[in-house]
């Protein structure tokens, strides 16, 4: 277990002091009743911070502001100006990127590699989406009836968006949540998670020093069921991007059909990661283990079901266990740990009552099923890498996303087996395939009903290559020229130069 705590960056030690203001109309501001919240290092379970706890009259303010700036000037920028401001942004994000990274580290609990990775994806991300501002395009089109007709079509930017954010790789998912619709032309409000919004806020001091005109960015904090249900049901916001729990995404739509706002959801998954006996093995047992592991299985994409033809089920599995034996659990400050802790106790909590379900539905634990033993890591929410097997798709545990470091293996006998197993769940977020034929490849490519299909990878992600969530995973794309167009409305013009 890794032990050796890694020294605070002093800008981070001096954000987490005070009280935690609301960016609203480019101005740092408290909640207008003065509540506060506090966000706990799961770490430690010690209060890191504290944060002005909003709620609909402080929605108000930004979303007024938000309008005004959509409605002043923000719709009509030069795309160039917009790019301009975004990449000053991604520059900024990169100078600050140990800030970022250790904000997210403290606050949630992801290790230096896996949060200083999303740091770095969140500068790509930003520099991707500003590229993106100047090359947004219309149509001509030719009437089927002929005629001195010019009919062509454009994008035009949605207006104020209500961005909410999951608190796993907080910094990413703010930057995926603002990118976009700024490129687009849209004004946005975001409300970061509660149990993670700092280093939200602190890109909202990056916003400001980039010099985005006021209430184009606009951060407002506090709960999801108060703040979050009055931004998805606030009459003045035109859409709606929310990534989180497939349950909260249900109620989200629910609330924004009132005013039929635009949404795009990205939800849960329970995804199938499929191991064939030709696949090369030394990259897709590793594979295996980063697909549930990484993040302490706290990835929506998480491979958290993984199939494994029966002729090396056995060598895979053993192989397995013992990677997942030799994990270092421990402080994410720690260059050493490999896992950090789950983000709260209450996660924990989950986590031991899946283990419990698959137990009654006579599981076989192969290795962890438990917190550990070690004494430093008593204070925080550590949960062991856990491997089990003997369930199939009728088990909960197997069906529902656990969200925690809790892999469900399972051997299959052929590809229509597999298939069939792979899809047998309401989630299609992702899906992994290791197999070095070809035939096998777009066999499965073609009937895995997931979003993402990765092959002989994991996690293969990328800003060009758009994250959709089939069946109860999500509704809409984030990422790639998909994402962007979420944020757009196509207008049809029709002139008559008789
Ligand atoms: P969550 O659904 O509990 O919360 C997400 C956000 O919604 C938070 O900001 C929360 O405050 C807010 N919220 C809660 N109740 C609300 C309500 N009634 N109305 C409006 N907003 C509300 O999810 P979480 O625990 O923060 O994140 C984990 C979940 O997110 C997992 O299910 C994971 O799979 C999913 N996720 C999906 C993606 C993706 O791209 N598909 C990415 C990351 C996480």
């Known amino acids: 277990m890794a032990n050796t705590t890694l020294e605070i960056n002093p800008i981070v030690q001096a ?9 609203l109309n480019g101005k740092w501001v408290p909640a207008i009743k003065g509540k506060v919240y506090e966000s706990i290092n799961p770490t430690t379970n010690e209060i890191l911070a504290k944060i002005y706890e909003g709620d609909e009259e402080d929605l108000d303010v930004a979303v007024k502001a938000a309008r005004r700036a959509f409605e002043g000037s923000w719709k009509n920028t030069a795309p160039r100006e917009r790019a301009r401001l975004l990449n000053k942004l991604a520059d900024l994000l990169e100078e600050n990127l140990e800030v970022i990274t250790q904000l997210d580290a403290l606050d949630y609990g992801g290790t230096l590699a896996v949060a200083g990775g999303f740091a770095e994806n969140a500068v790509h991300h930003v520099r991707y989406y500003a590229g993106w501002a100047t090359k947004l395009y219309g149509n001509t089109l030719e009437l089927t009836s002929g005629g001195n007709i010019h009919a062509f079509t454009k994008r035009e930017p949605l207006g104020v968006c209500g961005q909410i954010t999951s608190w796993n790789f907080p ?12 490129a687009a032309g849209n004004t946005v409000v975001i409300k970061p998670s509660q149990q993670t ?61 009132k005013s039929l706002k635009k949404i795009t959801l990205e939800l849960g998954g329970k995804s199938p990661n499929i191991i064939f006996a ?12 980063k697909a549930i592991l990484m993040n302490t299985g706290q990835v929506c994409a998480a491979g958290s079901r993984l199939y494994i033809e029966r002729s090396v089920y056995d060598t895979v599995k053993e192989k397995l266990v013992e ?9 994410p400050l720690d260059p050493n740990a490999q896992m950090g802790p789950l983000i709260s106790k209450n996660q924990i909590t989950t986590v031991e009552k899946y283990v419990e379900l698959a ?20 204070q925080g929410n550590f949960y062991l890498p856990t491997i089990i097997e003997g369930l199939d798709e009728k088990c909960q545990s197997v069906y529902e996303e656990i969200f925690g470091p809790v892999l469900c293996i399972m051997p299959f006998d052929s590809i229509e087996e597999v298939v069939e197993r792979a899809n047998a769940t309401e989630y299609g977020l992702a899906s992994g395939v290791w197999t070095t034929n070809i035939e096998t490849t777009h066999k499965m490519v073609d009937s895995l009903n997931a979003g993402s299909v990765w092959v002989n990878e994991y996690y293969l992600t990328d800003d060009n290559i758009p994250l959709t969530g089939f069946k109860q995973s999500g509704i809409g794309s984030e990422l790639g020229l998909a994402g962007i167009e979420a944020y757009t409305k196509v207008k049809s013009v029709a002139i008559n130069h008789g």
């Open 171 to 182: 910094a990413l998912v703010a930057c995926w949540k603002i990118a976009a619709p700024i």
């Open 278 to 289: 030709d696949a090369d093995l030394n990259k897709a047992i590793p594979g295996a283990i």
């Open 15 to 23: 954000f987490l002091s005070g009280t935690k203001e609301m960016f």
């Open 359 to 378: 137990k009654k539905d006579g599981a076989t634990i192969l290795t962890g099923g438990k917190r550990p033993d070690s004494p430093d890591l008593q």
């Open 323 to 331: 990677i997942a034996e030799s994990f270092v659990l421990g402080d």
């Open 197 to 257: 919004s700092l280093s939200t806020l602190y890109i909202g001091k990056l916003i400001e020093e980039a010099g985005f005109p006021p209430g184009v960015v606009n951060i407002v904090t506090g709960a999801g069921g108060k703040l979050g249900e009055a931004i998805t049901s606030h009459p003045d916001i035109d859409k709606i991007g929310f990534t989180g729990s497939t349950s909260v995404g249900r109620r989200i739509m629910e609330k924004a059909s």
